[in-house]
């Protein structure tokens, strides 16, 4: 039996997308994956980020906003950076084998200027579905 890939999904606050692909990966991929999630700081769970994943079927409601010292391991096949500011930002792992990055929005930005909670949500329920698409044809070829 092989061993899982141990994949640590990195963002800024750890709030909403390392989240959410946390809770994908743990969702939908857990005979591969050993997923973990962590931000270059610790904002809190984002709540619109939680109930977009109970509409999708993932329940994330018992993960923590953690940074990356806070995390019990800290060896990693892979470092997945989720936004622009953890790549620039990303600490030095000595754990890890290799470190990618994969960019999306951040739902919260993009939903300051909404003029509804519908339009809110539809925000969150976009990137949600990309990083859906990004956890389930991880880790990409070459």
């Known amino acids: 039996m092989s061993q899982k890939m141990r994949v640590l999904f990195l963002c800024t606050g750890n709030s909403c997308r ?5 809770g994908f990966a743990r969702a939908l991929r857990s005979p591969e994956i050993e997923p ?7 904002h809190g769970m984002n709540p619109r980020a939680v109930k977009a994943m109970a509409e999708a079927g993932v329940d994330i409601s018992g993960q923590t906003s953690k940074t990356v010292d806070e995390l019990p391991v800290k060896e990693f096949d ?3 950076t989720l936004c622009d500011h953890a790549k620039e930002h990303c600490p030095i792992l000595p754990g890890a084998g290799r470190i990618m990055h994969a960019q999306f929005d951040d739902p919260p930005s ?5 003029s509804s909670e ?13 990083i859906k698409a990004f956890v389930m044809n991880f880790p990409p070829a070459g």
């Open 18 to 22: 390392s989240q959410m692909a946390e």
């Open 36 to 42: 973990w999630s962590a931000g270059i700081m610790k």
């Open 118 to 130: 519908e339009e809110v949500m539809g925000h969150y329920r976009r990137v949600r579905d990309e």
């Open 78 to 80: 892979f470092v997945v």
């Open 110 to 114: 993009l939903a300051a200027g909404a």
